[in-house]
């Protein structure tokens, strides 16, 4: 029965690790989403002012 419990335990760290790194991801995903906006958005608005 212990084997058992060590297995679970070992598969939910596991689990939520995956889950830990997915979060990070997608954090970055969205910070370098914002920047591309608002590089966009300058661009954009320096065209216009010529």
């Known amino acids: 029965m212990s084997t058992l419990r ?3 335990a ?3 760290l ?3 690790a995956g889950c830990g790194n997915t979060v990070r991801g997608m954090k ?3 910070v370098q989403t914002s920047n591309a ?3 966009a ?3 954009i608005a ?3 002012a010529n």
Do not use: E, V, W
């Open 28 to 30: 970055q995903d969205g």
């Open 46 to 48: 320096a065209a216009d």
């Open 10 to 12: 070992c598969l939910s």
């Open 37 to 39: 906006l608002d590089d």
């Open 6 to 8: 060590i297995a679970i």
């Open 14 to 16: 596991l689990a939520l």
């Open 41 to 43: 958005t300058r661009r």
